[in-house]
């Protein structure tokens, strides 16, 4: 029997939802650290770590790949600068610690970070 992939829908509409983990990763990819609900981080984690998978190829195909979701300077970072650190390492390029509830509307508050 077929089951559906099922993923997180923050109330959204679908390309308001990609929209949404595209700027994440975006700024993930940059700053290397960001603070933000524990869902989102749990969502955006599984992303993030197939576009490094991608990314240590560092090939034209994949920086072809990899432009079609961020702009070429984060794609240069990704490539050049995140890849490499993670040659020898299979996954798990992401942790997520976990630092209690936002003071306005009680959202799980998470950080997502790259690995050293």
Known sequence: MHKRKRSRKFSRKKDQ???????????LLLNEKIKTTEARAKELRGIVEKFITKARKGDLHTRRL????????VVKKLVEDI?????????GY????????????????AIIELVK
């Open 17 to 27: 939802r990609q929209a949404l983990l595209r700027g994440l990763g975006r700024a």
């Open 66 to 73: 990899l432009l079609r979701f961020f702009s070429p300077q």
């Open 83 to 91: 890849a490499p650190r993670y040659k020898d390492r299979k996954g």
């Open 94 to 109: 992401t942790r997520i610690v976990k630092i209690g509830l936002r003071k306005g509307d009680k959202a799980r508050m």
